[in-house]
């Protein structure tokens, strides 16, 4: 991975983090100042974009659920046909580019095109949900494993193929991402399989944003407020033993 400039017709595919600026890495950064064009998500936006320089060309490429998003083909297309102009190319993604943030379906296209890129990581959302309520993803003895999984396909529903099994193990710490709509189903189908609904749950809404919220809670809690009251931000779940209330 260079540590230069990025050479015109070159692509950096960089991780915003969360939202706030904070979290951005030096090099993400950096090649946000030095870059022709900045191509967006939604997540990614807001004072991250004042890193971009003065004279860098915007462009909002973002997808959100219920929302009219851009097609992925079409940021494929922008991406390609901005650097075949001998632009320095950032395509900025919220969390870390590489967790649920559809980056192989860019750097396949990338590669067919013949077009140089880097993948610069970020700060996760998962990781960053934890520091913010003040938990550890893991834990000797008690959550030796963490897994990340998607609680919506590619329709927005609960995916079919789940592996009950291994998300109703009771010593692990499961992040959900994209799960606000589906997780009073995926619920019902923990405890069905041997989680207890008392198991400790965390909503996490907008974090690092300015309207962050945080809900500790239980898994049979936080299907009923999902349930009951649907949330229009962005939101992650966070279940296991470390989801435990302080003190």
Do not use: C
């Not at 600026?21 to 090649?31: F, H, I, N, S």
């Not at 189908?189 to 809670?217: D, K």
């Amino acid at each position: 991975m260079p540590d230069h400039a990025p050479t015109p017709g070159f692509v950096s595919l960089v991780s915003a983090g969360p939202g706030d600026p904070e979290l951005l890495t030096l090099k993400a950064a950096r090649l946000l100042a030095q870059a022709d064009v900045v191509l967006f998500d939604d997540l990614a936006s807001g004072p991250v974009l004042d890193h971009a320089g003065p004279d860098a060309e915007l462009i909002a490429v973002g997808k959100r659920a219920g929302r009219p998003s851009a097609k992925q083909e079409a940021v494929n297309e922008l991406i390609i046909q901005h650097a075949r102009a001998g632009k320095r190319v950032v395509r900025l993604k919220s969390g870390d580019a590489g967790i649920f943030g559809r980056l192989e379906e860019e750097l396949v296209a990338l590669t067919q095109a013949n077009i140089p890129f880097e993948i610069v990581p970020g700060v996760t959302s998962a990781s960053a949900a934890a520091a913010a309520i003040g938990m550890p993803l893991t834990r000797r003895l008690t959550a030796r494993r963490v897994q990340f999984v998607t609680g919506a396909d590619v329709t927005g529903q609960l995916p079919g193929d789940i592996n009950w099994a291994a998300l109703a193990d009771p010593a692990v710490t499961t992040v959900v991402f994209m799960g606000q709509r589906s997780f009073p189903k995926m619920a019902q189908g923990l405890v069905e399989h041997g989680l207890p609904g008392t198991t400790p749950a965390v909503f996490a809404e907008a974090v690092g944003h300015p309207t962050q919220r945080l809900v500790r809670t239980t898994v049979d809690g936080l299907a009923r407020m999902l349930r009951d009251g649907p949330v229009s931000q962005p939101g992650l779940i966070i279940y296991g033993p470390l989801a435990l209330p302080t003190g």
